[in-house]
Structure formats: structure tokens, C-alpha cells
């Protein structure tokens, strides 16, 4: 077919370029196209090409491993005098080793654009199925595809109910190497049917945008019907999020003995994204209790502790034995500041990332900076992802001072304490100024304590968090020496690690209309206290915005909502 990007747009029309695709949109078009989006798009083409150079690696690893044992076997049976067995026939012309192409599903496509940039962009891409549920959208595909070059054989546009066509491709024989859903705000209504159609050791790619309900408190009983599990009110309520959905991945990949592998998992401005691979494991299935944990946070001084919902231990014959966790891991009140705690989940307990996954992707980008405009970023959010330790959760500097009510500790200062002390220490990329670290909040209080001891506070309420903490004295003064491991790479080399608001007033444009639209019926409406129906619904009851230097727009925003 014959690319028409280079030329006019017709009557009626406007063309937006992104990557490599070139769009039509109509003149009065002001829903289908977000440009703040583009980096979500950036970052799955980066993930896809990644995933899919890992995936022929395993493939051609798996045919030499098969020849290898076909070898071995012929000889031994020549060697027995045995005639070798018949080999397994091919069409005439066609070669079993060679590189075979990936098949990709998006299951809410809009206008098209996505699967039009993976089509052009994605080099190894044999198919792929573009579906949307509304009619405008799927002639916006076809119009946007023809116009772009693109055969029907290579981008096959599809009208039908997302939740169907996934259904429809559980067969093995039916999988998609890749799954791609991008929803306007929560994804739980696909995740059962998407676990079920990728195909073994296949790529998940999942966004929510109801970061309302997955990262805060408003709407707790929303979130566990959506995700089965309770957000918390906490500093690092984007990363509980990010666990909310991996759990419920696992969870729903379990039904039917198939487990998740976490590649990249990230809290991007109003939305989660995360791109997690999916195998076939009865064995590794047994193993999902352990990798689930709930969060036991401290309502005064934000003290977290993790408590594992399963235990899996190995017998004396290398067997693993499964069984019931103890717990819980603390007392009715903190043992810091005597506040109650909040319990925050059940969620995944285990890694978001995979550092060789992440390395990978890191050298693609580098190569392919002419690919991808949003580069700077990919490259630094990557980058702080790969520097991230496993333990669970974070703190940030400001709000450890402000627990205290004491003057804001520098991040390199509690960096370097922590570090003197032997204890692992991180940022994350879900907040500017956090601190990941497998230090006991015990650690903390005492450097925190020490801190005080340098730059005294006044007028502290005996009985308050802040005055409960101070009164004990610290059982080790820290060391404040600034430690040679306190910068990151990622900070020595200036990445853009967090980046400012892009626009003015930006953030997810509004939802595309129609009829057919599937809503999210416990969020239309709710009864307020006088008996009127309030119609701000909890995945979308108004912007939340943050914009500082340096600064990531990652608050908890009341946001349901991504489009193209």
C-alpha cells in the first residue's frame, strides 16, 4: 500500500506526527489524541523491542537445545545399530530457526495510533489486531492505517467489546506474543480475559488511571472490588498502587496455573504502567502466596512493616513445603510514637523490575535516539527503576522532618548515614526525594533523632508523634559524612529523573463519546448524605496537580483517563 504521509491532509482533516505515524484527525476532533501520551507510547515500543529480542533469543536457545538432544540421540542409537528416528517434515521452503514474527493485540485502540507506530516501528511485528468497541473509532483505524501505508494483513482493525475479543483468543493456538491495555481508567475489567490470550512467556503491557481509587483514600471499598486490596494513606501510596496491580494480575493469571514476572513497573504523572511477562507454571503458582504481603503503616509516623500472607520453606530433601505465615508483625500500637496502624493490602510483595530486563532496554534507547523524542526521559526514569533495591516502599526526607518537626534533613545526609550503618539505600521513581532502604524504622528514628541533636527543635507536645519519638534517645549517632555511594549514577550524570509538568493544565484529555462506551457502573453515581446523587465519580472527581524543579507530577490525582 502506498504512504500517504508526505502529502496534504484531506479536506476536513488535520495531521498530527508522532514517531513515525501520521495521523488524521478530524477538524472538530478534540477527544481521540493526547500528546502528553506520547511517552507512554515511547516507552512501550522500547519495552515490545526489548521483550522481543529476549523472546527469539529463548526461542533459538530452545530449537538448539532440541537439536542438540536430537543429535545425541541418533548416535546413541547408531551406536546400538538402531536406524535414526524420522525427523520432523517442513513446508518446502521454510526454515524452523529462523526469526518468527510477533503477533499484537490491542484491545482499546481509539484512533489507531499505537498499533500504527508499532506497526512502523517494531521491526519484527507480523500482526496485529486493533480493536475498539465504537465504529468512529475503527474507521479513524482504517482511515489512519491506509493513510499511513499499513496492509490490512500487517494492522487488522477490529469493532468489538474488548473483554469478547480477549475471551475469544484463550485458546494457545489463538495467543497474542503481545497484549496492550490501555484503557480510560481501570484495566480489572480485562485483566482476567488478558492473562488468559498472551501467550506463554508473552508481554503484558497494562495502564490504570484511577489513581483516585488505586492510590488513595476516598474510595477504599472501590479499590478492593476493582483490585482486591486496601490502599493506604501514605507518602508511597503510588508504589502500594503499582502493587495493587500487579497483585491482581498475579492473582487472576493464577486461576489458571500461570504466573507473572514484573519487568518494568512505573508510576508515570496520572497513570500506572506497568509491562509484566506471563508463563504457564503449576509449580510456580504455588509460590504466589509468599510473593503476597499486606503493609502495616503507622498512622502517626508513617512506620511500615510487611507481613508475607503465605511461607514457602525447603525440606531436607530440597523440596519446598508451603504453609500458613505467622503474624502479625507488630503490636496494636507503634512502638515509635503509640499511633494505630492501617493495613494496606493484600499486593505483591516481591520486585517491580527486572534489572537485566531494564539494562537491555536502557542500550536499545541509547541506540535509538532518533526513535524516540521522549528519550531524555526514558532514559533517566529507566535509569532510577534499575538503581531501585527490592525492599518494599519508601520514605521521602521532607516527610521523615516532618514527623519530627525539625528542619529538612538534606537526602544525601540520610543517604549517608544509612549507608555508614551498612544498610541498603535507593531512590524511587515514584517521588522526588524518596529513600528506599532495608533499615528497620527503627534506623530512621535514631538518624532522625541525631539529626535533632544538630539542629534542635522547639515547642514539641509531649504526647504528639513527633515528641513520643524525640523523648527516647538514639541507641547509635549517626554519621552525617557525606558516604562516596550517596549520589546514584543517575544523579552524578544529570538524567532527567523527574520531570517537570509538560504543559500548562495538562493531564488526560476528555473521555471519548458514544453510546456503546463501556462505564464503570459503581462509580456513575453516588448517594451523598443529604440523599441527592453525587455525580463526581471516584475515578475522575477533579485534577490534582504538583509542579516543582526536578519534580515528577506524581501526586494521587483524582484522574480517569488516557486516550490514542
Not at 502528553?36 to 533459538?60: G, L, M, P, V
Not at 537439536?67 to 517442513?90: H, T
Not at 472490588?225 to 500487579?246: I, N, S, T
Not at 526526607?397 to 514527623?403: E, I, V
Request: charged share 25%; with cysteine; hydrophobic share 35%.
Amino acid at each position: 500500500m502506498t504512504d500517504h504521509t508526505d502529502g496534504p491532509a484531506p479536506a476536513g482533516f488535520k495531521k498530527v506526527t508522532e514517531g513515525k505515524a501520521t495521523i488524521l484527525f478530524p477538524d472538530t476532533n478534540e477527544v481521540f489524541y493526547n500528546p502528553i501520551q506520547e511517552f507512554n507510547r515511547d516507552i512501550s515500543i522500547a519495552a515490545i523491542r526489548t521483550w522481543d529480542e529476549i523472546y527469539q533469543e529463548e526461542r533459538s536457545a530452545r530449537l538448539a537445545e532440541k537439536k542438540s538432544r536430537r543429535e545425541a540421540n541418533a548416535a546413541k542409537r547408531a551406536a546400538e545399530g538402531l536406524e535414526p528416528l524420522p525427523e520432523k517434515e517442513f513446508p518446502e521452503g521454510s526454515d524452523p530457526s529462523a526469526t518468527r514474527g510477533i503477533t499484537i493485540l490491542e484491545a482499546l485502540s481509539a484512533s489507531g495510533l499505537r498499533s500504527i507506530r508499532y506497526a512502523k516501528e517494531i521491526p519484527n511485528v507480523r500482526h496485529i489486531l486493533t480493536n475498539d468497541l465504537e465504529a468512529d473509532a475503527v474507521t479513524s483505524i482504517k482511515r489512519n492505517a491506509e493513510f499511513n501505508g499499513i496492509s490490512p494483513d500487517l494492522l487488522e482493525p477490529h469493532q468489538g467489546d474488548a473483554i469478547d475479543v480477549l475471551y475469544q483468543h484463550r485458546d494457545p493456538l489463538k495467543r497474542y506474543n503481545v497484549i496492550d491495555l490501555d484503557p480510560y481508567g481501570t484495566a480489572s475489567p480485562f485483566i482476567d480475559g488478558a492473562v488468559q490470550a498472551v501467550s506463554d512467556g508473552g508481554l503484558l503491557c497494562v495502564t490504570c488511571t484511577d489513581l483516585a481509587v488505586l492510590a488513595g483514600t476516598n474510595y477504599t471499598e472501590t479499590c478492593y472490588a476493582k483490585y482486591g486490596g486496601h490502599p493506604v494513606k501514605a507518602e508511597f501510596c503510588h508504589e502500594v498502587a503499582l502493587r495493587l496491580v500487579l497483585n491482581t494480575l498475579s492473582i487472576s493469571a493464577a486461576r489458571y496455573k500461570r504466573h507473572i514476572v514484573p519487568m518494568v513497573s512505573l508510576s508515570i504523572d496520572y497513570y500506572l504502567r506497568v509491562f509484566v511477562r506471563v508463563y504457564t507454571s503449576a509449580a510456580q503458582v504455588k509460590l504466589l502466596g509468599s510473593k503476597t504481603c499486606v503493609a502495616y503503616v503507622c498512622t502517626g509516623c508513617q512506620s511500615t512493616y510487611t507481613q508475607a500472607l503465605g511461607k514457602a520453606t525447603e525440606g531436607a530433601k530440597g523440596n519446598l513445603k508451603f504453609g500458613v505465615n505467622t503474624g502479625p508483625p507488630v503490636d496494636g500500637r507503634c512502638e515509635h510514637c503509640n499511633s494505630r496502624f492501617h493495613i494496606a493490602g493484600p499486593m505483591w510483595g516481591k520486585e517491580l523490575h527486572s534489572v537485566p530486563f531494564i539494562e537491555r532496554m536502557l542500550k536499545h534507547v541509547k541506540d535509538a535516539s532518533h526513535l524516540y523524542k521522549t528519550q531524555p526521559r526514558i532514559l533517566g526514569m529507566l535509569s532510577v527503576c534499575k538503581e531501585e533495591i527490592e525492599s518494599p516502599f519508601y520514605y521521602t526526607a521532607n516527610g521523615l522532618s516532618g514527623t519530627v518537626h525539625c528542619t529538612s534533613i538534606p537526602l544525601l545526609h540520610i543517604s549517608s548515614a544509612l549507608l555508614h550503618q551498612e544498610y541498603k539505600v535507593s531512590g524511587s521513581h515514584a517521588a522526588q526525594g524518596s529513600i528506599k532502604t532495608n533499615a528497620p524504622p527503627s534506623a530512621l528514628w535514631d538518624i532522625m533523632r541525631s539529626w535533632v541533636k544538630l539542629n534542635p527543635v522547639k515547642n514539641i507536645k509531649p504526647e504528639s508523634p513527633a515528641g513520643r519519638i524525640l523523648a527516647v534517645e538514639p541507641k547509635i549517632i549517626a554519621n552525617f559524612e557525606m558516604h562516596p555511594d550517596a549520589k546514584s549514577e543517575s544523579r552524578k550524570t544529570n538524567l532527567v529523573r523527574y520531570q517537570v509538568n509538560p504543559t500548562k493544565h495538562w493531564g488526560p484529555q476528555a473521555r471519548a463519546g458514544g453510546a456503546n462506551k463501556r462505564k464503570a457502573d459503581d462509580d456513575s453515581a453516588k448517594p451523598s448524605k443529604n440523599g441527592k446523587t453525587d455525580k463526581t465519580k471516584a475515578d475522575g472527581a477533579g485534577e490534582k496537580t504538583t509542579s516543582a524543579p526536578d519534580a515528577e507530577a506524581n501526586t494521587a490525582m483524582n484522574i480517569d483517563s488516557t486516550t490514542a
